[in-house]
């Protein structure tokens, strides 16, 4: 039988293992699944005869190598910082590799060794990175076909709750990894071009420069802008774009209250809080506030972020219990952030029987025959539920998808890459849309920025 290793067995390797599984028999596959926490990955294969669950620490260097050594093919679901030392084994073995994951500048370094040996080291081929990229490429490509020269492209992806199990005030739950929600947009400024002019935002102004976005049946959504929508520019063939801008979604509303946490310093992962393991909620939400004999927690929260008594998002953190006396942190030598993260947890989790939402928005602006022309296209995939989310769903398909598709010798370009070729994308989107992952494209006018608003 072939063997699929599949390193890590986390919230988006659900879909992943279910679509090779049902595909192990008529294609001759063995999948074995590897995870420091052995139990979970048994979870996640049952009792399928074509599936092998093993006790993997990716830290162990000799039974990494062990398991590497003896795949076909290497899927690694664990987390970015870690894809490095796999794909060193990959080029050692012989082994290609495919991840969910941004290329690390180490990544990158490995391109040179991996082409020489024929090898396909496929990355970013999730949902954002990924399903993005293959689904704008695609409308790109086909717009450059006709002769049309792209002058705008945005691009904007959410991980959100489900409208059936949106019932808090934030319309807002973890869908993925938390830590990486709270933390988001730090690291530096963001960067756009928008008609022919860089922009900058800084972290302290991110949540309060949104842009609007409808989508039909679902509602309006707010965006935000990712840290460097510039990063693709030179990969898509962009580089005559006049607007180029990337952002992740949100409902309305939500970055608003988010920037609460934001000015206040509560988002900080630089620094430990003191004897935090002790802190109730209230002591920590004070710790950043100051002194005062008289005033309450709240009323000095109030006042310092100026938070009128019926604004909502005055009721968005009093649904938090942000002021609570009785919830304790317990959580020793703890940043900012990771306490935040630990009260976000308790309100914003997935029930076992809520799902959650994949929201993906394009816009193409292009000029064709002296005219100007607007393409947007929209996706919608609801999870099913905790298990099964629409997030594992969409990361874990093309992964698996793209896994098969250089096993069977379908896509056959070597060296370190991300799927923005046909020889990609074609094939992947066309059998996502079988498990309800499809955009719909429409025609509008061309919309472009006002100047004066620039």
């Known amino acids: 039988m072939r063997k699929i290793l599949i390193i890590g067995a986390g919230k988006s390797a659900s879909y992943l293992i279910k679509y090779l599984l049902d595909k192990s028999e008529e294609e001759n596959l063995l999948i074995i699944v590897g995870d420091v926490n052995f139990s979970h990955a048994k979870k996640l294969i049952g009792d399928h005869d ?30 970015a910082r870690y894809h490095i030392e796999v794909a060193k084994d990959c080029i050692s073995y012989n082994k290609n590799m495919v991840t969910a994951s941004y290329v690390s500048e180490e990544m990158h370094k490995l391109d040179k060794a991996a082409t020489e040996k024929g090898l396909i080291f496929m ?11 293959m689904s704008a490429m695609q409308v790109i490509d086909k717009i450059r076909a006709k002769g049309g020269n792209i002058i705008l492209f945005e691009s904007f992806t959410g991980g959100l709750v489900a409208p059936e199990s949106d019932n808090n005030l934030w319309n807002y739950k973890f869908t993925w990894n938390p830590r990486n929600v709270v933390v988001a947009g730090q690291g530096g400024a963001a960067k756009f071009l928008q008609e022919g002019t860089y922009k900058y935002i800084p972290y302290n102004r991110l949540f309060r420069r949104t842009e609007f976005l409808d989508v039909e049946g679902y509602g309006r959504f707010e965006a935000y802008a990712n840290r460097d929508s510039l990063k693709y520019q030179s990969a898509y063939g962009l580089e005559n774009a006049k607007t180029l801008y990337r952002g992740t979604m949100r409902r309305v509303g939500f970055s608003r209250a988010w920037n609460m946490f934001v000015q206040l310093g509560m988002t900080d992962d630089e620094y430990h809080i003191e004897d935090s393991e002790n802190m109730s909620y209230r002591d920590f939400v004070n710790a950043f506030l100051p002194y005062s004999p008289t005033d309450s927690v709240e009323l000095k929260f109030r006042h310092a972020l100026k938070i009128d008594q019926d604004d909502i998002v005055w009721d968005k953190l009093i649904e938090l219990d942000l002021f609570s006396n009785k919830k304790m942190v317990g959580l020793k030598k703890a940043t900012p952030a990771q306490i935040l993260q630990k009260i976000l947890e308790d309100s914003w989790t997935l029930q076992d029987h809520e799902k959650d939402m994949i929201v993906m928005y394009h816009k193409f602006g292009y000029e064709l025959n002296g005219q100007k022309h607007q393409i947007d296209s929209t996706m919608v995939t609801l999870g099913e539920d905790r298990v099964y989310t629409a997030m594992s769903k969409t990361v874990g398909l093309p992964v698996a998808i793209a896994a098969l598709a250089i096993l069977n010798e379908k896509i056959v370009t070597p060296g370190v890459q991300i799927p923005i070729t046909k020889e990609v994308y074609d094939p992947i989107l066309k059998e996502l849309e079988a498990y309800g992952i499809s955009f719909t494209e429409t025609d509008v006018p061309y919309l472009g920025y006002n100047p004066l608003n620039i």
């Not at 074509?50 to 664990?78: C, G, H, P, T």
């Not at 990355?123 to 990229?133: A, L, Q, S, Y």
């Open 123 to 133: 990355n970013e081929i999730g949902v954002d990175p990924g399903i993005d990229h």
């Open 50 to 79: 074509n599936a092998q669950a093993i006790m993997l620490d990716v830290f162990d260097k000799k039974s990494r190598e062990q398991a590497i050594k003896n795949s076909d093919i290497v899927i690694s679901m664990l987390p």
